[in-house]
């Protein structure tokens, strides 16, 4: 059933000694990764605040981490690629088992709050309304290949940063162009959601292109802003004449 995240009855069944921000948290994960049919993802913990409200979610996820509800290897900055992990139980007591470790390093940021992913019908009825204003959105639309577009395109657009929806629709021209190559055979374009949720638009083929063609924008701006400045400095005619009489005179 679309629009709704599956959740293990062994984690609802029963107490699980987790607080409301650790609980939380964990809803949050399984969300961002078994929501999109994945054990592992990378995950800023910028979103998890966003999402949740829970601040100091590194302690948090360390935590869930100790008591064997999540693994990840912490890395530099704000973002770990975390597996969800399945509590089992042993004759030693309780174990830990990953169930299926994926070296998935896509990131997410700053989505909406989890408000607007919950299953409520009328929820995603809204969240479609705003897709309608959406222009980053549209404009994906508009350039990706029509026959392409899938169902879970919009959920996946739902978690990715607004960084990285600019960044989408700035590469598709050059995305375009290597599809559009007399060579290249069409039917082996993704979907849209699995081109957004493998992160291809990562790739240097179309990323470095669209960002040269950034650097070239902004060094244009910055030789304008430079000329602008200089004149707006420089002397004036009559100041000219001042400093070449005064000059002169000694």
Same mark, same amino acid.
């Given at each position: ?5 599956? %959740? ?14 650790? !609980? =939380? ?12 049919? =994945?054990?592992?993802?990378? %995950?800023?913990?910028?979103? %998890? ?5 829970? &601040? ?15 693994? !990840? ?9 975390? @597996? ?62 029509? /026959? ?17 929806? =600019? ?8 995305? @375009? ?9 069409? &039917? ?9 949720? &493998? ?16 650097? =070239? ?7 304008? /802003? ?25």
């Amino acid at each position: 059933m679309k629009g709704f995240t599956k %959740i293990p009855n062994w984690l609802l069944d029963s107490y699980n000694g987790l607080t409301n921000a650790e !609980f =939380r948290v964990l809803m949050c994960i399984y969300r961002l990764t078994a929501g999109f049919h =994945r054990k592992s993802y990378k %995950i800023e913990y910028s979103l %998890i605040t966003e999402m949740t409200g829970v &601040k100091n979610v590194s302690i948090i996820c360390n935590s869930l981490k100790q008591m064997g509800w999540i693994d !990840f290897n912490a890395e530099l900055g704000k973002a770990n690629v975390i @597996n969800i992990l399945k509590p089992i139980n042993s004759v030693n007591g309780l174990q830990n088992k990953v169930i299926n470790s994926v070296n998935d390093t896509h990131s997410v940021s700053e989505p909406h709050p989890l408000s607007d992913l919950t299953t409520s019908r009328g929820a995603k009825e809204n969240y479609k309304e705003n897709l309608k204003k959406d222009l980053l959105f549209l404009e994906f639309k508009n350039k990706y290949p029509e /026959e392409k577009i899938d169902d879970e395109l919009v959920d996946v657009w739902h978690s990715i940063s607004d960084e990285h929806k =600019r960044l989408l629709v700035g590469v598709m021209e050059y995305q @375009n162009n290597g599809w559009d190559e007399p060579n290249f055979n069409r &039917k082996y374009i993704p979907k849209a959601s699995n081109y957004i949720l &493998k992160q291809l638009y990562l790739d240097d083929a179309v990323k470095k292109p669209y960002e040269d063609e950034l650097r =070239r924008e902004r060094e244009a701006v910055e030789r304008r /802003e430079y000329i602008q400045e200089a004149d707006k400095n420089s002397a004036s005619d009559e100041e000219k004449k001042a400093i070449l009489s005064n000059w002169k005179n000694h």
